[in-house]
């Protein structure tokens, strides 16, 4: 997993109609984006592409950083199609800056403009500007950089669904993790050992490896 810094850019725009963007008025002007070739693979630079509008549950962040996951190498090969009503933006994980709270979002959540935040997006992550749901915004903790940010949300937010929404691990239990290396592997362990003291883990390499934690 590796991360690609952003040029937030000091231009901003909207489609919609007029929005302040903290004391900016979102108008008429354009922020940078990656655009992608599903024939070759090939990305390139856009930089006419208008802010996306904020939603009155969204949250708008200014990127700093934006996670690569597998998921962009297929939808950039033309193998995964965005979700319904998602950007065609390449690009599922950001970090960056809180710069505009739609209605519900700000009365909803502590989140406000100019913090530090990470988040899980259904695209538009390899943008300027990136609109995500409050319910997927995230507070960076103090003493973590962007890129470290821009790398936790998919692979973290997958790996509790797993454990404690399907799997209903509770404290007593006993845990297997397979393909222990992988980011939602590793991310797995992390979150399991504050619950239970049993994890155990298998991983492949030349021989088969088992390892109690």
Not at 15 to 27: F, H, I, K, Q, Y
Not at 95 to 110: F, H, L, N, S
Request: charged letters at 15%.
């Amino acid at each position: 997993r590796v991360s690609t810094v952003m040029s937030g850019g000091a231009n901003c725009a909207a489609t919609c109609t007029s929005a302040t963007l903290g004391s900016v008025l979102l108008t008429s002007m354009m922020m940078e984006s990656i655009s992608f070739d599903a024939s070759n693979g090939s990305l390139w630079l856009v930089n006419d592409t208008p802010i996306p509008c904020v939603k009155d549950e969204d949250i708008l962040i200014k990127v700093v950083a934006a996670g690569v996951n597998r998921l962009d190498l297929l939808q950039s090969a033309g193998k995964y199609p965005p979700p319904p009503g998602e950007s065609d933006i390449l690009g599922v994980e950001v970090a960056g800056e809180v710069v505009q709270m739609g209605a519900t979002a700000g009365k909803a959540t502590d989140i406000k403009e100019g913090d530090r935040v990470f988040a899980l997006v259904g695209g538009g992550g390899y943008a300027g500007y990136c609109s995500a749901p409050y319910q997927s915004v995230i507070k960076l903790p103090q003493g973590m950089d962007y890129n470290e940010g821009a790398s936790i949300a998919e692979a973290f937010f997958t790996a509790y669904s797993a454990l404690f929404w399907s799997g209903r691990l509770k404290d007593g239990d006993s845990l297997l993790v397979h393909a222990g290396a992988s980011s939602v592997g590793l991310a797995a362990i992390q979150l399991a050992k504050t619950l239970v003291s049993d994890v155990k883990v298998f991983v492949t390499s030349s021989e088969w490896c088992c390892v109690w934690l």
